[in-house]
């Protein structure tokens, strides 16, 4: 759960940046959108071990705040920046410049202006970057460290006798997934209703 929260926040945060830096043309550009979405075309259990390697060469010991999150974020980021492309490039810039026009400043047009327009696409990000991490097992499985994750923990109890903690487990990881849609319905409702008032 840690893990996935620590995920769905940087994904978050550098698609929100990435998106908005995309907006703009500078060198590099394309070979940068290459690189963010190669590890979608490259097999999990290869990315995975290399950082697993990587992070070993360099002397760290794989846990999930080092090398986990590395593996993580090459599964989540790439749709996540995917996403704020497409939502970027149907936002018109006119409401930027009816902002400017009446006198904000940069930051002011993007907390006032294109931050509620796009609050409900980062919120979907968010879930869809939590909900990849929390479920991923090839990625964890070479890179999480001495700590388990619940996919690698139902792993290892299906592999010995099955016990009732497992059926437990599974209704547990139901239940929780149906507050976190819920909770994000609600969330993505409140905010349309916030953007609908001003």
């Known amino acids: ?3 996935a929260l620590m995920v769905m926040v ?6 929100l940046l990435a998106g908005l830096a995309f907006r703009r043309r500078f060198l590099g550009a394309s070979a940068l959108f290459y690189l963010a979405v190669a590890s979608l075309v490259v097999p999990s259990i290869i990315v995975s071990l290399g950082i697993g390697v990587l992070f070993s060469q360099l002397g760290f010991q794989p846990s999930w ?4 999150l590395g593996a993580h974020l090459t599964w989540t980021l790439p749709f996540g920046v995917l996403i704020m492309f497409a939502v970027f490039n149907r936002f018109s810039p006119a409401y930027e410049e009816a902002a400017r026009d009446l006198g904000a400043m940069s930051w002011q047009t993007f907390r006032h202006v294109v931050l509620p327009m796009i609050a409900p696409s980062l919120v979907g990000v968010g879930l869809f970057g939590f909900t990849l991490s929390y479920d991923e097992f090839a990625r964890t ?3 999480s460290g001495t700590y388990n994750t619940l996919p690698l923990e139902i792993y290892g ?15 547990v990881t139901t239940l929780f997934s149906f507050v976190v849609i819920g909770g994000t319905l609600g ?3 409140y905010l349309n209703r916030l953007r609908a008032r001003g």
């Open 141 to 143: 499985l070479l890179t």
């Open 187 to 189: 969330i993505i409702a």
């Open 157 to 171: 109890m299906t592999t010995n006798v099955t016990t009732p903690v497992l059926y437990a487990l599974g209704t």
């Open 1 to 3: 759960l840690v893990l």
């Open 65 to 68: 705040f080092t090398s986990a």
């Open 10 to 15: 940087v994904t978050v945060v550098v698609s």
